[in-house]
């Protein structure tokens, strides 16, 4: 055992204690279980705060989280040009096994941008969040929305497999001629082997290439939407998308939305997010979408697409459309996006909170007065 310190920062978004307090426990929790370190055997924390966070001291929210007898300090942070806002940062000295190069710094959401070489660096188990459900129920909004919010990259399983469908379309392969599913699987196969899929992270989007190419728009639309629900129903095609969002998920925090991220891709997932919304609600977004893309289309046909869609995700024998155990389902029928988005970041917050203490730590028993420390 030594002596040794882990340092890290988050952005905060509004100057509210309360998004304070949650940043800065978000902040201590992933230092402390990224380090492996106990409780007990924290010695001190000092944190510093950007001079335009006003209304708690961080260190409030070590207390909270049960740090009595480790010492605690605050400072303001000095104030050069150009550097990052509303960010609370926080050194955490403690006794631990490891050596101090193994000790891992952590920044997150805006903050990382303070240190890019850590942001990729070889982590010990980068963090998951899982949305699936439904079309139309707002997976790939609000996952860019949290995503943004937490400074994790976004990973869109869906478009995975409107290229692959796109792809077989390309190779003249009629996924909807109702013939034999045997034979579609044995000709899809065959023609996925030649597939070059490639997923790029630019500028934080997640764009799409086929053998070169960019589809990332050409994927959006709707038939090879249909082709890419009928192409997910074939075994081989799955394994070969589920190791590549594995892959992506393994160096980086990411939001995945899919049909079976948490049931299936990542079932280790920090938060599980089943999405949903009811039909007409998820039909009414579909057209919206589709005309703000330029595309006029009639509401019925919108619905009856939606509802062969559901119901072939949902009954299909690989990996079907359905609730993980430890989801949490989240109707967004009557919720405005950001409502939605707060209210996944809360479950998200609460749930490394969780995590924290099932590391060793209490909640803290101190009536704490949040502005006297
Ligand atoms: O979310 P989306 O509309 O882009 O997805 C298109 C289709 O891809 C969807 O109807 C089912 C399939 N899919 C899947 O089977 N598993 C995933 N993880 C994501 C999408």
Do not use: W
Request: with cysteine; hydrophobic share 40%; net charge neutral.
């Amino acid at each position: 055992m030594g002596i040794r310190s882990a340092r890290g920062a988050i952005t905060v978004m509004r100057d509210e204690g309360d998004e304070i307090l949650s940043a800065t426990k978000e902040l201590l929790s992933e230092i402390i279980t990224r380090n492996q370190f106990k409780h007990d055997d924290v010695i001190s924390i000092i944190f510093t705060a950007t001079k335009d966070l006003t209304k708690v001291y961080p260190a409030a929210a070590a207390r909270e989280l049960g740090f009595t007898s480790a010492a605690l300090m605050c400072a303001e942070e000095m104030r050069v040009e150009g550097s990052l806002p509303m960010c609370v940062r926080a050194c955490v000295t403690a006794e631990c096994g490891l050596p101090q190069r193994d000790i891992e710094h952590v920044y997150l959401r805006e903050a990382t941008r303070l240190r890019p070489d850590l942001a990729r660096a070889r982590r010990r188990g980068a963090v998951a969040i899982a949305i699936d459900g439904p079309g139309g129920a707002g997976k790939s909004t609000l996952a860019k929305m949290v995503a943004e919010a937490l400074g994790f990259v976004y990973v869109d399983t869906g478009a995975m497999y409107r290229a692959a469908a796109l792809y077989c379309m390309r190779k003249g392969i009629d996924l909807s001629d109702g013939s034999l599913l045997a034979r579609r699987l044995q000709s899809v196969e065959a023609v996925l082997d030649s597939m070059d899929l490639e997923i790029k992270f630019v500028d934080g989007a997640q764009k799409i290439f086929l053998c070169g190419g960019d589809v990332t728009e050409a994927i959006r639309d709707s038939a090879v939407g249909t082709g890419a629900s009928q192409v997910s129903v074939i075994p081989a095609v799955r394994e070969k998308l589920v190791a590549l969002q594995r892959k992506l998920a393994q160096d980086c925090d990411v939001v995945m939305d899919g049909r079976d991220i948490g049931t299936h891709v990542l079932p280790n997932a920090r938060l599980k997010i089943y999405l949903d919304a009811d039909l007409k609600t998820r039909v009414t977004r579909r057209l919206k979408d589709l005309r703000e893309k330029g595309r006029e289309a009639e509401s019925v046909e919108v619905e009856r697409e939606l509802r062969e869609r559901d119901h072939r995700d949902m009954t299909r024998d690989a990996s079907p459309l359905c609730k993980a155990d430890d989801a949490v389902v989240l109707d967004t029928s009557n919720l405005t996006r950001e409502e939605a988005r707060e209210k996944i970041i809360e479950l998200f917050r609460r749930g490394s909170e969780f995590s924290l203490r099932e590391n060793g730590l209490t909640a803290g028993s101190l009536e704490v007065t949040r502005n006297v420390l």
